[in-house]
């Protein structure tokens, strides 16, 4: 029974709390003017109301301005035309709630034609309410428009007479210029009028820039190049160049160059005077049969240098300019092979250590010759066995052995010397073959992986 009173106190206390809260809330409102208690819903009209606790807050009539002012913002809709630039330049859902997101801000900060209609106090709140006509504000936005439209196809002539002359460096420039002067506007169905015809100016744009980057193309000394054995160590290296559709060199262009056998490297450069630009090939693996040297346009740099609006360089982010690509023919390096294999200083003709080193190589596509032909590489093993001990019948030996590799010139490239390799048996020369067989996993395990890396 206690229990139950208790709990019936409870609701009575906490109902009697809600009540009061609520009822100190009405009361603090009691004397508000009708726009305090539900916003204006006026069709003609963007609304804007901004409130501020005033306890302990410094300019809380100011900070309550910026709340109402931000409301009257957010309240002005941002819509994407079928026919705007963003759509010319295929942008995607992200693009478009970040673009969205920007010109959002920049209306808030460019807002105005705003009116002051009211404000109102108590002793703990402060409130105002701005309001702007949505006509006055389509006549504000159209003023704009028309002078962002007008400078930008000034920037659009200017990039157009650029790249008459050959200059696509400044052609670039101002057509990153022009989509900056409208970047407010992107949303929009931008119209001009061009020999008495009305056109999009986005397909203008558009079609400007994208017959520009593809005027331009890479030239490769060959159409395709092909590199042996012998080309290793000698920091190959060759010269494109970058035309127009003209056959005139360009200068100035950023280049950006990835190799296949590579993977995340590139090389960043910049066509001279002459539109030609170095590629340096680097270290490549011959274990392929081929690979490939693909370059292009560096159009990030090239946005990069001329802007920092990130809005413009994210819409430029959905245009891929061409890819050149240089085939390259890869000869497989011959080997040859030359052993002195000695078990307990007898030579011996088959240990298998031969037949796992052709194994080797031709797994990785290199090629065999017999020693007498001499190959790209020498793979010289040399290996012996000495008697090790005797224990209840089962005896010991150890092998030590010597594996260079020496290129054509007979200069050694590779060297390592194995001591101590265990073999058990039930003689020495048992024990001698056995040393020979842990010797082959070795080469297989850890030397030939060895010699490979280090060759290529």
């Known amino acids: 029974m206690r229990v139950i009173i208790l709990y019936v106190s409870l609701l009575v206390i906490a109902s009697g709390c809600s009540s009061s809260k609520r009822a100190g809330k009405t009361d603090m409102l009691k004397d508000a003017p009708e726009w305090v208690q539900q916003t204006p819903n006026t069709p003609s009209y963007y ?31 941002v819509n994407i035309s079928s026919s705007s630039v963003l759509n010319q330049f295929e942008y995607d859902h992200t693009y478009s709630e970040f673009f969205k997101d920007e010109i959002r801000m920049n ?3 460019q807002l105005e034609g705003f009116e002051f209609v009211e404000q109102w106090e108590n002793d703990q709140q402060y409130w105002v309410y701005y309001r702007l006509s949505k006509s006055t504000w389509e006549e504000i936005k159209k003023e704009r428009r028309d002078k962002a439209l007008r400078l930008s196809k ?5 990039a157009n007479s650029y790249t008459a002359k050959g200059n696509y460096v400044d052609a670039l420039n101002f057509y990153i210029c022009a989509i900056e002067e409208i970047r ?14 009305e056109r999009s100016y986005a397909t203008s744009l558009k079609t400007a820039i994208i017959n520009d980057l593809q005027r331009l193309k890479i030239v490769f000394p060959s159409s395709a190049m092909e590199i042996g054995p012998d080309s290793k160590n000698k920091n190959l290296s060759f010269e494109a160049a970058i035309i127009d559709n003209c056959e005139r060199p360009v200068s100035g262009i950023p280049i950006i160059t990835r190799f296949t056998w590579l993977p995340g490297y590139k090389i960043e450069t910049t066509s001279d005077i002459n539109g030609k630009f170095k590629i340096a090939i680097g270290t490549i693996d011959f274990r392929k049969q081929s690979e490939k040297i693909i370059s292009e346009i560096n159009l990030d740099k090239i946005v990069s240098d001329n802007t920092n609006d990130i809005l413009v360089k994210r819409l ?37 250590l031969r037949e796992e080193i052709v194994r080797l190589l031709k797994q990785n596509g290199f090629e065999l010759v017999s020693a007498n032909n001499k190959g790209d590489y020498s793979i010289i093993v040399e290996a012996n066995t000495q008697k090790g001990s005797e224990r209840n019948g089962l005896f010991s030996a150890k092998l030590s052995a010597a594996v260079l590799v020496k290129d054509r010139s007979n200069k050694t490239v590779y060297n390592r010397k194995v001591e101590d ?36």
């Open 107 to 109: 209306t808030q900060e």
């Open 421 to 456: 390799i265990s073999g058990l048996g039930s003689g020495f020369s048992e024990a001698g073959r056995d040393a020979f067989r842990s010797f082959i996993s070795k080469y297989r395990i850890s030397i030939y992986p060895e010699i490979v890396q280090n060759l290529f």
């Open 316 to 352: 430029f982010e959905t245009m891929k300019p061409h890819s050149y690509i240089l085939p390259i023919k890869l000869t497989a390096p011959a080997f040859d092979i030359v052993l002195n294999e000695k078990n307990l200083g007898q030579t011996i003709i088959n240990s298998g």
């Open 47 to 77: 609304h804007g109301i901004g409130m501020i606790y005033k306890s302990g807050v410094q300019n809380y009539r100011e900070r309550a301005r910026q709340v109402a002012l931000s409301e009257l913002a957010g309240n002005i809709s």
């Open 184 to 197: 407010d506007f992107l949303g929009e169905d931008l119209r001009i009028s061009f020999d008495n015809e």
């Open 154 to 158: 000034a920037q659009l002539e200017q």
